[in-house]
């Protein structure tokens, strides 16, 4: 139980275009998600929390206007990079919760999207 | 202790060696503790958690201790084996209604057949 997926798993693209990254909880409803990044041999940053149905909240620091998150349903939250730079390339996960499981303030990570901006 | 910066503290052990990995967390507030594993190129995987009413967790193979008084942390591995090489965070929920986690920097853990 408690699987999440995500979309696509590597990605390579041109400066400037536009990367979308979906993650889906398999088996589990989750109304909140949360999306992180990991640049090499560091920690996980948490960049936002996804909330179904509403805006997604930021962490300080994270430009909203540049990293779009939709969660539009209670499986699947989507994280659009806009106008990628090579500074952008890194490891991209998600999280999520499974709130009707004995464990509902665990997160359940993604395999992460391994993003590079040439 | 933990490092700052680029450089991951580093544990290495024989393989069938008990492997303890540390971790110090800067929340009082924080009333729950998970420990995580990654693989390279992977996301992180639960192992175990912990609450801040207990001082110890067991499950298989693994141990958790939690010393509220020092803030200290600490995850045990028995008879380590090549599989558990991997880096291993701990993250605190500090008990927010957004349950939003704060990982620790990591330890790599290296197991030498």
């Known amino acids: 139980g408690a699987v999440v997926s995500q979309h696509p798993s590597r990605v390579i693209c041109k400066s400037g275009t536009s990367v979308k990254i979906e993650c889906r909880s398999l088996d589990f409803q989750a109304t909140t998600m949360f999306w992180y990044r990991q640049f090499p041999k560091q920690s996980l940053m948490l960049m936002a929390t996804s909330n179904e149905g509403s805006k997604a909240t930021y962490e300080q620091g994270v430009e909203k206007d540049k990293f779009l998150i939709n969660h539009a349903s209670l499986t699947l939250s989507t994280l659009t990079v806009t106008s990628a730079h090579p500074e952008d390339s890194s490891f991209y996960i998600c999280?999520?919760?499974?709130?009707?499981?004995?464990?509902?303030?665990?997160?359940?990570f993604g395999p992460g999207t391994r993003l590079t901006v040439l | 202790g933990e490092s700052v910066g680029l450089h991951l503290p580093t544990l290495s052990v024989q393989e069938g060696d008990n492997s303890i990995i540390n971790c110090a967390y800067s929340n009082s507030a924080s009333d729950y503790f998970i420990w995580y594993k990654q693989e390279s190129g992977k996301g992180p995987q639960f192992i175990i958690d912990?609450?801040?009413?207990?001082d110890k967790r067991q499950g298989q193979r693994v141990t958790v201790l939690l010393n509220k008084t020092v803030k200290h942390l600490s995850l045990q591995i028995a008879a380590t084996q090549p599989g558990d090489s991997a880096v291993y965070f701990c993250?605190?929920?500090?008990?927010?209604?957004?349950?939003?986690?704060?990982f620790g920097k990591g330890t790599l853990l290296t197991v030498n057949p």
């Open positions: 993250a605190e929920n500090d008990g927010g209604s957004n349950y939003k986690l704060t």
């Open positions: 999280s999520a919760r499974d709130e009707g499981g004995p464990k509902a303030d665990t997160q359940y």
């Open positions: 912990i609450r801040s009413n207990m």
